[in-house]
């Protein structure tokens, strides 16, 4: 069974500019969860989507946004860059069962030069 | 609001040398609690769900036990190879999001 796969594995963009990641979370599963994973803040969470709505946010700012397609895999796109947006995004996916553990991906590495 | 800390934040071990790392939190009202393992550069990698207070699970030379305050990652006999960071984590009262602790980085020298 192949596992939540994320891609660019890694997205090198300077400030101002606009990333797009991707996502393709596990066979079966329907909702996708995003975080981030900046050096000295362990994970923080962003974004839920399930059955193509967005279901909840974490604190962050408006230009952090994204969607999910009918096909279930999900889009996280984050505007205006900025020097604190470097991090390890990650994403992960679980069954529509909320008490199942969510698997990860490993993650797309963004460095804002 | 729920919060995680694990403790402590590096654990250094000898090859067989055998430790425990700890994880408490404070929510309103347990939903479960995940232990994952997470390699340099790798997604968080998941490990056991533990669900209610003296619930026990194990897998190869680790043990996760559950209190009604804390959970244990009990590692016996370390390898090498179980170097990498540890992370503990709740659900919200909606599921919609996890709240990890920062992890424990665990390092096992041969």
């Known amino acids: 069974e192949a596992g939540v796969t994320q891609s660019p594995t890694h997205l090198i963009k300077t400030r101002g500019q606009q990333a797009t990641l991707r996502c393709s979370p596990i066979s079966g599963h329907t909702s996708v969860y995003w975080y981030q994973q900046a050096l000295g803040l362990g994970l923080q969470f962003l974004l839920w989507?399930?059955?193509?709505?967005?279901?909840n946010r974490g604190n962050f700012p408006p230009r952090f946004s994204g969607r999910q397609f009918p096909n279930y895999s999900s889009e996280l796109n984050v505007n205006a860059l900025e020097l604190e947006d470097s991090a390890l995004y990650l994403c992960a996916s679980t069954s529509r069962s909320g008490d199942q553990p969510q698997h990860f991906g490993d993650g797309t590495r963004l460095s804002i030069l | 609001e729920d919060q995680v800390t694990q403790s402590p934040e590096a654990l250094r071990l000898q090859e067989g040398e055998s430790s425990s790392l700890n994880c408490s939190y404070t929510?309103?009202?347990?939903?479960?609690l995940f232990w994952y393992r997470q390699d340099p550069g790798k997604g968080p990698e998941f490990l056991f769900t533990l669900y209610s207070a003296g619930e026990e699970k194990e897998k190869e030379r680790l043990k996760a036990t559950l209190t009604k305050k804390e959970s244990f990652l009990h590692i016996t006999a370390p390898k090498p190879e179980d170097s990498a960071t540890y992370l503990c984590a709740v659900p919200n009262s909606g599921y919609s999001t996890l709240t990890f602790g920062k992890g424990t980085m665990l390092l096992v020298s041969p």
């Open positions: 929510v309103s009202g347990l939903r479960g």
């Open positions: 989507y399930d059955e193509g709505e967005e279901r």
